[in-house]
């Protein structure tokens, strides 16, 4: 099946620093998502973005659909950007469900 | 308010018994969604369903069961055969993709524990 990396791993900033996250998958997509996981657990939607690139005040993404990766830019940090970043991606011909990556874990420290 | 809500927030289950999660959507999403999420781990598929009545198996199905009696809800049961139940559970909804369009919305999870 379609494999889903993200880096890195584990990210720590200065409050106010950017930060770029990376998703690599190995097939054709039909959906790509971009999570933000609270310390409570909520997923919570930052960009649908199969292809092209978006924009959400300090967040933006952008997708490669034809080099098979995504790009998530965080600038000016705060401290509640922390959490787990995740990417998931549908693959193309399979049906809609999400396979997702192991996620960046980001700390914005004061 | 539109939304997604998932009950009990916290579940505790002796060993051998079977546990029902609940998950409700008032989104009028066709479809539906079980995952399950270990600790430093990303989400993995469990069940999902397109439309009533229906469902099909994801990639971790076994010691799990479903219903998909209305559109509003899909309940997850948790069976005794089910071998590390501890988790956190999320369920999430989407449109039927038309035209590709099919984001997927996530409630706010159960955490169950096995004790």
């Known amino acids: 099946g379609i494999q889903v990396e993200q880096s890195p791993p584990d990210l720590i900033l200065q409050e106010g620093a950017n930060s770029t996250l990376r998703c690599n998958f190995s097939d054709s997509v039909n959906n790509l998502q971009w999570f933000h996981q609270n310390p409570w657990g909520q997923l919570i939607n930052l960009f649908y973005i199969p292809s092209g690139t978006k924009q959400n005040g300090r967040l933006s993404a952008t997708t490669v659909a034809t080099e098979r990766y995504s790009l998530l830019y965080i600038s000016s940090s705060q401290t509640t950007d922390s959490g787990v970043y995740f990417c998931?991606?549908?693959?193309?011909?399979?049906?809609?469900?999400?396979?997702f990556g192991k996620g960046t874990k980001l700390t914005v420290n004061p | 308010d539109g939304g997604i809500t998932q009950s009990p927030k916290y579940l505790f289950r002796k060993e051998g018994q079977n546990v029902t999660l609940s998950c409700e959507q008032n989104l009028n999403h066709d479809a539906m969604y079980w995952y399950r999420q270990d600790p430093g781990q990303g989400l993995r598929l469990i069940y999902y369903s397109q439309i009533v009545n229906d469902f099909q198996k994801g990639d971790i199905a076994e010691g799990y069961s479903v219903s998909r009696e209305k559109k509003e809800s899909f309940p997850l049961t948790v069976t005794s055969a089910q071998k590390n139940p501890t988790a956190f559970y999320l369920c999430?909804?989407?449109?039927?993709?038309?035209?590709?369009?099919?984001?997927?919305?996530f409630g706010p999870g159960t955490r169950l524990t096995v004790l």
């Open positions: 999430a909804s989407s449109m039927v993709p038309r035209g590709g369009l099919n984001e997927q919305f």
């Open positions: 998931a991606v549908a693959p193309q011909g399979g049906s809609e469900k999400l396979v």
